[in-house]
């Protein structure tokens, strides 16, 4: 999920509402015993690359990014609490009064258990984006799918918000986003998931129910996946 998808309407920080609501879809999933681990992004309160173009070093930014990341998870785990869910902070970072460091054996004992299990920090390293902490965790912990929730519903042929001709993908290969240049994740997440045969729904997760339809079969988004 990117941290921007959390300002609802706002400029900066955190819409309870759209927290709420993301909440209730990702209890829609759980319910149906779903096991279901988060990644979420940070660019709703700091991005280091924005960072580093106002002179600040990279590293120094990449790292107050993962904190970033680690206060939307904090604020998604109270969300998901909130309505009955049982739930994991695990943080690549140690920050041990409020997360789990990460450890694979245990967060997958605690998706076996039931648990919403949220990954905070990124991959815990600087020059890595939240897509990489995203594919790595995935494939870290076995999973059978990587959901990114955006603000676009799938894949276009170019920007659907600038180029109103832009058409959009039902599925895709690997090997089509790499030749066609696409923007789904950055490549080093990208080319990740490829290796690992991990495919990737890019989908609007603003929209109520798209998240159960995907869990149930329907066709939402663009699927990318080898061919």
Same mark, same amino acid.
């Given at each position: 999920m990117s941290g921007e998808a959390l #300002?609802?309407? *706002?400029?900066?920080?955190?819409d309870n509402g759209r927290l709420a609501q993301y909440a209730k879809e990702i209890k829609t999933i759980v319910d149906k015993? $779903?096991?279901? +681990?988060? $990644?979420i992004g940070g660019g709703n309160i700091f991005r280091g690359v924005q960072a580093e173009e106002g002179g600040m070093e990279r590293t120094q930014?990449?790292?107050?990014? #993962?904190?970033a990341t680690v206060i939307n998870a904090m604020a998604l785990q109270s969300s998901l609490e909130s309505v009955g869910i049982d739930t994991r902070l695990q943080s690549a970072i140690e920050l041990k009064q409020i997360a789990e460091s990460f450890i694979r054996r245990r967060? #997958?004992?605690?998706?076996? *258990?039931?648990? $919403?299990?949220i990954f905070g920090g990124g991959t815990g390293s600087p020059f890595f984006t939240t897509d990489s902490a +995203? +594919?790595?965790r995935a494939v870290e912990i076995e999973a059978d799918v990587i959901l990114k929730g955006t603000r676009v519903d799938g894949i276009y042929t170019s920007d659907p918000e600038k180029d109103p001709s832009a058409t959009r993908y039902d599925d895709i290969s690997f090997n089509e986003v790499y030749e066609k240049g696409l923007k789904v994740m950055d490549m080093t997440?990208?080319?990740?998931? %490829?290796? %690992?045969?991990?495919?990737?729904?890019?989908?609007d997760m603003n929209k109520e129910g798209n998240l159960q339809k995907i869990i149930d079969g329907e066709k939402v988004g663009t699927t990318v996946k080898s061919k």
């Open positions: #300002m609802g309407d *706002k400029q900066f920080g955190i015993g $779903v096991e279901c +681990a988060i $990644v930014g990449d790292y107050m990014g #993962m904190l967060a #997958m004992r605690h998706l076996e *258990k039931g648990r $919403v299990v +995203a +594919a790595l997440a990208f080319t990740l998931c %490829n290796e %690992n045969d991990l495919p990737i729904v890019v989908f």
